[in-house]
């Protein structure tokens, strides 16, 4: 409530604009039309649990799986994508996580919260951890701060110290998906204290950007070996270019 009455002071003092590009909206935490229609949110047929595109003449409303999810099923119970990761997406990434505009976690996790299916029954928001070095320089776990603001608008619990990255890894940039794994191998581990809830738990990872899984990989196996019973990703922005090809050619289509 006092929020709401401070609020006309703030914006007279602090003018709601763009986080993009600077021009004015109507209220803080959100954008303007131009650079929101930049984003690439999935759309059309995707698969079940990787939202892979599949291409138009598919029934909308089936839950169907592709051919690479087939072949090698995933460990995880589906993703949730806010965007598909392309410049105006990972201009909003960097301002968070470098830029330090804290103020723009809600925004994102709102785009977050409107991907995610029904949670039916209690969950576990967890965060991709960032070891503590990571941390102590930055300032933050832009992850958690994601994984809070979604725990609060899906009313589920926020175990935000749920994993430990007990190993700290350079940028995983320019490496194959071995090479990614085997960087990872053991860098990630349930919090001993953490064990008993996340036993038997659905668990809703949460992360900024899905790139080739790697992470978000290491993560479910320290889940699953603390015995969470299922796990989805949810992540503002992934890294799918077919997906991103789809969408240009939709958008040449209806142009």
């Known amino acids: 409530m006092r929020l709401n009455v401070?609020?006309?002071v703030i914006d007279f003092v602090f003018p709601p604009r763009c986080p993009l590009c600077?021009?004015?909206v109507a209220e803080h935490g959100g954008m303007c039309l131009d650079c929101w229609g930049k984003l690439a949110v999935p759309s059309g047929v995707c698969c079940s649990l990787c939202q892979r595109p599949l291409g138009e003449g598919r029934d909308a409303?089936?839950?169907?799986?592709?051919?690479?999810c087939m072949t090698d099923p995933?460990?995880?119970a589906g993703i949730a994508a806010a965007t598909l990761y392309?410049?105006?997406?990972r201009a909003l990434v960097l301002a968070l996580k470098h830029g330090r505009r804290v103020g723009l976690a809600p925004m994102m996790a709102r785009m977050i919260t409107a991907r995610l299916p029904v949670l039916d029954g209690p969950w576990l928001v967890v965060p991709v951890p960032l070891h503590r070095w990571r941390i102590l320089k930055r300032g933050f776990n832009q992850s958690a701060l994601l994984a809070k603001a979604i725990a609060r608008s899906t009313d589920q619990r926020l175990v935000v110290d749920g994993l430990v990255r007990r190993k700290a890894t350079p940028s995983l940039g320019g490496l194959n998906r071995k090479a990614r794994a085997r960087m990872l191998s053991g860098a990630i581990v349930p919090h001993p204290a953490r064990s008993g809830t996340l036993r038997g738990a659905n668990v809703l990872?949460?992360?900024?950007?899905?790139?080739s899984g790697a992470t978000t990989n290491a993560c479910i196996v320290a889940l699953r070996k603390a015995g969470?019973?299922?796990?989805?990703?949810?992540?503002?922005a992934r890294v799918l270019d077919e997906a991103l090809d789809s969408l240009r050619e939709q958008a040449a289509?209806?142009?």
């Open 6 to 8: 401070i609020a006309p």
């Open 22 to 24: 600077g021009v004015p």
């Open 61 to 68: 409303a089936a839950k169907l799986i592709c051919a690479p």
């Open 74 to 76: 995933p460990r995880h």
């Open 86 to 89: 392309n410049e105006t997406s």
């Open 205 to 211: 990872l949460v992360d900024d950007v899905m790139t």
């Open 228 to 236: 969470a019973a299922s796990v989805r990703i949810a992540c503002f």
């Open 253 to 255: 289509i209806g142009g």
